[in-house]
Structure formats: C-alpha cells, structure tokens
C-alpha cells in the first residue's frame, strides 16, 4: 500500500506489514532510516513478523558462528541486519522498529537514546502487567556471550523478574535514528542452538543452559498473550510515553521503491558473508554518518 508524503507535525505513522521475508524485513527498516534523513517525514512505529521463520544476526557477527546447513534443513533463513549484537531467531516472537525523523530531540548518548525510547516499551509492558525495567550491565560484552544475541547483557535491555525480555539495536544516520527489536512470545532455544556452532555438544548444553537462565520469553511469565495484544499494547505505550497521535498508514512511492531496491541487495551472498562492510546496504562510505549499537 503506498500514499501520500506524511507530514510529522501531524503525529507518528503506524504501519503493519504482512509477514515477509527477513530480507524484505531489513531493508524496508533501512528504507524507513533513509527516508527519515529527509523532508516531511513522519515519526513512524512499525511492528513485523517473519514468514518462513529467520535467524537475523548482527551487521558485524562472524558467519562462521552460524550452521547455514542446519538453518536450510529447518526452513530458517538467514539474513545480516543493518544493527549490531547476535543472532536472534524469529520465531514467535514481536518485532518492532521506530524510526525518528532528523530533528527529533535526541540525546547525543547513545544509552540515553535507548532510555528514551525504551520508556514506549515499558509503558507498553506495564499496560500489559508486567513490571520491566531497563537493566545496563556496563560491564559486560556482548562478544563474548557466543552466537546468541538474547544471552548477551548490553545497556539496552529491559528485563522481567531479573531476566533479559525485550532486545533492542539500533543505527543513526543523517540525524535520524532506527531502532528496533524483539520480544519472544514463546521459548525456542532448543532450535536456536541447533542453528549456531558452538563448538561441540558440551559448549553447547552449557550455552542452551545460560540463555534459558538470562532470557525469558512473554509466555513464560505465568501471563498469555498474542502478537496482536503486543501491538495494541505498543501503539497506546508509546501514545502515553510521547503524547504523540499514533494513526496507521502505508509507504510513499519513494519509500516503496527504495524497498524494492534494498531486498534484493539484503538477499545478496555479499552482504551476508562480508561482516566487514564499512557502510549500509545499498549506501557508499560517505553516505553513511552511522553510529551503531549493539543489542
């Protein structure tokens, strides 16, 4: 569905998109970035799933760390992200992405960008019940928590009864931000693992066994909900944490174009395998002005 340009003064845009390929996925999140460097964009709240299921990993995360024959016998894609971290599969799970249009009061920090932002999800949260916060372990690194992002504490989690439950990243360009992240609605590390080469069925059982004591998925809460309960309770949260008017529309034709056009670089062996890319898919070196973060 495509419209008109949007004007941000008249409120953040909602946009839901049918499930899609993880390709299809992160490039329209990098289209969404792109457009936001530009004029009369508006603020924009997205929430996706992934159809066939997907295992996303970070934009500097070493291939070598996934099982690419496991993945394909399981019917799981892979795709790189533009965001930093770890693989996450995306498998009932909530996905969402923000992107805040150049000028956007932002902090400069970007820890402070995540408490910004992260007061829509725990409004959210708490809508639904339950009591998060946002836990920074300052000390901890990412890297060394293996090939599972959601194992890893960085200073962007928010975390439920001491457990990490919501995982966020994000990437700057142009003055404008993208943010998104997952929350999972069902546990299935038993199949994430099988996905990852962990170096021998020991590392393995030990790594399965600290993710499942770190991480803990919604349903697991002693709470049931959906995907959709998930995406009402994000549109009022972040409604409340903004006071910002939140109506549901659909891409501009620039918009649009520009997501054609980056799936089918998502989608390419070379972004996939080259974790050493110095900029975005589809973008030269000095057209990036990114600062990444790591969920």
Not at 19 to 35: I, T
Not at 135 to 147: C, F, L
Not at 256 to 265: D, F, P, V, Y
Request: with cysteine.
């Amino acid at each position: 569905m495509t419209t008109d340009n949007y004007n941000a003064a008249a409120g953040w845009r909602l946009i839901h998109t049918e499930p899609a390929s993880g390709a299809s996925n992160m490039a329209l999140d990098q289209a969404l970035l792109e457009a936001a460097c530009g004029d009369r964009f508006a603020s924009t709240l997205r929430f996706y799933r992934w159809s066939p299921p997907a295992l996303s990993i970070g934009r500097f995360q070493p291939l070598s760390e996934i099982d690419l024959d496991a993945c394909a016998a399981a019917n799981v894609e892979v795709v790189r992200r533009p965001t930093g971290g770890k693989s996450i599969l995306h498998l009932d799970d909530f996905t969402y992405s923000i992107v805040l249009a150049r000028g956007f009061p932002l902090p400069d920090n970007v820890v402070d960008t995540y408490r910004l932002i992260s007061r829509g999800i725990l409004r959210a949260l708490r809508n639904l019940g339950l009591e998060a916060v946002l836990q920074s372990r300052e000390n901890e690194d990412y890297r060394a928590a293996g090939g599972a992002c959601f194992a890893a504490a960085t200073q962007a989690d928010l975390a439920c009864t001491g457990r990490k439950l919501c995982g966020s990243a994000q990437v700057r360009r142009g003055g404008a931000v993208l943010q998104h992240g997952s929350i999972m609605l069902e546990d299935h590390s038993d199949l994430l693992f099988d996905l990852l080469r962990c170096g021998g069925e020991e590392a393995r059982a030990l790594g399965m066994e600290q993710y499942r004591l770190r991480c803990i998925a919604l349903n697991q809460t002693g709470r049931h909900y959906s995907w959709d309960d998930l995406a009402a309770s994000f549109v009022q949260g972040f409604h409340e944490a903004f006071g910002v008017d939140i109506t549901r529309g659909g891409l501009c034709e620039r918009e649009n174009a520009r997501w054609q056009s980056l799936t089918r670089i998502y989608t390419s062996p070379r972004w996939l395998e080259n974790a050493g890319l110095a900029c975005l898919p589809g973008l030269s070196v000095r057209d990036t002005g990114i600062a990444p973060a790591s969920p």
